[in-house]
């Protein structure tokens, strides 16, 4: 048999925890890494396995320990759990007890009535599937992924505590709550002895709404820790757009970023923040990581890759000095609420 038949092992590698800082959840025990994998886009069959593989190996070897997976990702649904069940069978196995793996329920991943919603059924049936995708008996956090306003709160938290309960999950979470239904949440979670470990919000420079409305001070006084999503706004805040929409950018075929944002306005503020990170001898990317990192409420910023420098290069962003109280005022000027965003 030829060498190419089998791949080489993965050993981890040994200088994994030096450089990667890791933040408090909230007022929990447990310690998020900084930066945390999501595999909300580009891990699903449409991209090349092998290249999968070999980042998140890479983001592992970072010291980056919490992979953030959903039903719904692919494509098609449940696509990104059954990759990184592959990766997990066959590389992580060993390291099972140094992840932490969260999985989302709640958002639509079907025609029929169960497959979506804050129902008991819907949120405990697809967490077994989801534990099937990974080939795990836990996973360390399990969400609601979205407020369902037709179901009681207290049933989808009952369906979280069940979670907890049966030893399916160790933490739970929930994501784009409204402050009010999270407050409420996290006092119904409390008080049946399970408490809300984090929240995922999306927040960036140009998406503003964590402080707007009033989620950052809430995660304080109820003891949450803040996982935040699209930290640069879907790529608006790389140097990727800054001369309009490059043939094969995201822009031009993503459900998330429509090229009709990158306009004038949006030029005109990316230029000016992309001046201040290169004062700083820093990218874009890197001065945005840094920016949402920057708030004691944010335990950790989600963030993935198409390939290990980008990977490698985000990460980065942890080496530079702390924000300035002028370079912060820079970024209040340029970072507007709404910008680029669809509404």
Do not use: C
């Amino acid at each position: 048999m030829g060498h190419g038949a089998f791949e080489k092992t993965y050993a981890a590698a040994d200088d994994r925890y030096e450089t990667m800082q890791y933040r408090r959840a909230g007022a929990s025990g447990l310690d998020l890494p900084a930066f945390s994998f999501g595999l909300w886009q580009k891990f699903g069959t449409d991209y090349a396995y092998e290249t999968q593989r070999e980042i998140v190996l890479h983001a592992f070897d970072l010291g980056i320990t919490h992979f953030d997976n959903a039903d719904r990702y692919g494509p098609p649904h449940r696509a990104a759990q059954k990759f990184f069940g592959k990766v997990l069978a066959k590389d992580l196995a060993p390291y099972r007890d140094e992840l932490i793996l969260s999985t989302k329920a709640g958002n639509p991943i079907g025609p029929g009535p169960y497959q979506k919603g804050g129902s008991r059924k819907s949120l405990l049936s697809s967490l077994d599937h989801s534990l099937r995708d990974l080939g795990t008996d836990y996973v360390d956090v399990f969400y609601s992924h979205s407020p369902d306003e037709s179901t009681p709160l207290e049933e989808t938290v009952g369906a979280l505590v069940s979670a907890v309960q049966q030893g399916k999950a160790l933490y739970v979470g929930i994501s784009n709550y409204q402050p009010d239904r999270a407050h409420r949440a996290a006092e119904l979670l409390r008080e049946a002895g399970v408490p809300l470990l984090v929240h995922q919000p999306r927040y960036s420079m140009f998406d503003r709404t964590p402080e707007n409305n009033g989620l950052l001070d809430l995660a304080a006084d109820d003891g949450f820790g803040l996982v935040v999503y699209s930290p640069l706004a879907q790529g608006l805040l790389t140097d990727k757009y800054l001369q309009g929409v490059p043939s094969g950018a995201r822009a031009e075929n993503s459900a998330f970023l429509s090229p009709d944002v990158i306009d004038d306005t949006y030029r005109a503020r990316a230029a000016a923040l992309n001046e201040l990170a290169q004062q700083r001898g820093q990218s874009l990317a890197q001065l945005a990581l840094q920016w949402v990192l920057r708030r004691p409420e944010v335990t950790s910023a989600l963030i993935g890759a198409s390939s290990v420098w980008q990977l490698d290069h985000n990460v980065e962003a942890l080496r530079f000095p702390e924000l300035t109280d002028a370079e912060l005022a820079v970024i209040e000027k340029h970072g507007v609420h709404g910008t680029g965003l669809k509404q």
